[in-house]
T-cell receptor, first 113, second 114 residues
Framework: DAGVIQSPRHEVTEMGQEVTLRCKPI?????LFWYRQTMMRGLELLIY????????DSGMPEDRFSAKMPNASFSTLKIQPSEPRDSAVYFC???????????FGSGTRLTVV | AQSVTQPDIHITVSEGASLELRCNYS??????LFWYVQSPGQGLQLLLK??????LVQGIKGFEAEFKRSQSSFNLRKPSVHWSDAAEYFC????????????FGQGTTLQVKP
């Protein structure tokens, strides 16, 4: 099992540009989560999906952020337009229904200059 | 709404000494509790979890945690710390084994002195 795969590992972009982060969950996992980690705010849940359907997006900071899960093996988090305050590490995680833990990807470190 | 408090932002212990990291949660029903570890530049790795049953749970790398409902706590322990245990540790609470949200504490950074 390759685990949760995120790409890219690092992204540096200019303010105003569109940024797309990608995630491949573990096969068979029916939940997918996007988290953001910053020094100031710690780990924040942005949105999560169950069976490809968004369940709770109350953590998405504003309309510049959007997430999709077109199928069970792929999800994207898009920021358009990006701002310097979006600089953070973005983690994707997945799990399957039941008494199981959440498996995290290695994260994408986003820097907006 | 559920929440998690890790009172200690930073802890330093000597190698070979025992360790206890504190975690307090707030949730009205039975919580589902987790401890994760994060090494610099890495993702989060699950150390252990509690869903039900025995309140003392064993995890990987020699860690254990005890769920105490009366104290709303889920403290992480290790009898003898190794230098490789230096990392950031996160306690987290979920509301159900069948729903999504996992809420994290602010984390405790562990430094190990030689």
């Amino acid at each position: 099992d390759a685990g949760v795969i995120q790409s890219p590992r690092h992204e540096v972009t200019e303010m105003g540009q569109e940024v797309t982060l990608r995630c491949k969950p573990i096969s068979g996992h029916d939940y997918l989560f996007w988290y953001r980690q910053t020094m100031m705010r710690g780990l924040e849940l942005l949105i999560y999906f169950n069976n490809n359907v968004p369940i709770d997006d109350s953590g998405m900071p504003e309309d510049r952020f959007s997430a999709k899960m077109p199928n069970a093996s792929f999800s994207t988090l898009k920021i358009q337009p990006s701002e310097p305050r979006d600089s953070a590490v973005y983690f994707c995680a997945s799990r399957r229904t039941g008494p199981y833990g959440y498996t995290f990807g290695s994260g994408t470190r986003l820097t907006v200059v | 709404a559920q929440s998690v408090t890790q009172p200690d932002i930073h802890i330093t212990v000597s190698e070979g000494a025992s360790l206890e990291l504190r975690c307090n949660y707030s949730y009205g029903a039975t919580p589902y509790l987790f401890w994760y570890v994060q090494s610099p530049g890495q993702g989060l790795q699950l150390l252990l979890k509690y869903f039900s049953g025995d309140t003392l749970v064993q995890g990987i790398k020699g860690f254990e945690a005890e769920f105490k409902r009366s104290q709303s706590s889920f403290n992480l322990r290790k009898p003898s710390v190794h230098w490789s245990d230096a990392a950031e540790y996160f306690c987290a609470v979920g509301t159900s084994s069948n729903t999504g949200k996992l809420i994290f504490g602010q984390g405790t950074t562990l430094q190990v002195k030689p």
